[in-house]
């Protein structure tokens, strides 16, 4: 981190070991390795560092192992969080299959025991009168381009299926490298994607990021056997699906077809979700379509 940010940081909290950088966001060493320092940038900067503070509170006090925020602050073009260190013991990167989907269906235990909260949308605290369904949360998380294609209606209407259900708290972004291992507690992290929304969210975000990285790293063949735990329904899993491609190249969206997203929505059982959804991510992958 260079300029004036990074002088002011350094300045407040001595010197700082790069850890990860995304787009929206960048994670440092800090405090001499007892903590961690994430800096949120560019879109919305304080409702970001808010939403991620505001679920690491409430997980903490509903037993969830996460890093605790030590301080936290804003200036003109970013925000921050100073947040305890995990000390990873366990190497990263193996956690396996079944290990991952039972910390998953652990984790979203927890979530869904807490009562409900009044409505759906982002962040886990609604602000006054922002009633939205479950259906609308999912929704407004695609552009506008995603609403003039052909099959919009299709997705669009299976959703709605979704707003007879309570919404629950979700973690919104689950996958394995959000699961850290200090040898003898596993500490969940990253709850910038924090939310409220129907429960097979968290369950389709977890299915999702393991078929798209085997996908990736060209697996011939993966475990039905673990993925398949997950309670991964279909239009979820097509609205996954759509999120991720309209997050990529502009023209990315034109691989969806109608016949290949209803189908991913009828599926009739999750192995058959993830054949069909494993179908679509290789069709994205042989087009070029960055992970």
Known sequence: MTGAVGEALRGRFGPLVPMHDKPLSTMW?????????????????????DREAQALALARGWGVPAPAVRESGSEEDYSWLLLDAVAITAPQGTDTLRAFVQRTLALTVVLQQR??????????????GSGQSNSDA??????????????????????????????????????????LDDGHTVHVVDWEAA????????????????VRDLVYVG????????VGRLPVTGPVAAW??????????????ALVTTADLTG???ACDTPDVLRRLARLITVARTAGVPR
Do not use: M, N
């Open 219 to 226: 697996t011939p063949a993966w475990p039905l056997d673990s």
């Open 138 to 179: 999912l929704l407004d998380q695609l552009s506008a381009r995603c609403a003039g294609q052909a099959w919009w209606d299709r997705l669009s209407g299976s959703l709605a299926g979704l707003d007879d259900e309570p919404p629950v708290y979700l973690h919104g972004d689950i996958k394995p490298e959000h699961f």
């Open 29 to 49: 060493g800090a405090c001499g390795g007892e903590a961690v320092l994430k800096v949120y940038r560019r879109i919305a900067p304080a409702e970001r560092r």
């Open 115 to 128: 009562p409900a909260p009044a409505c759906a949308g982002p962040g886990w605290l609604s602000p006054e």
């Open 264 to 266: 991913l929505i009828g």
């Open 240 to 253: 996954r699906f759509v999120r991720w491609l309209d997050r990529r190249r502009p023209d990315d969206l």
């Open 195 to 210: 939310a409220r929304g129907p429960a097979a969210c968290d369950a389709a975000d977890a299915a999702f990021h393991l």
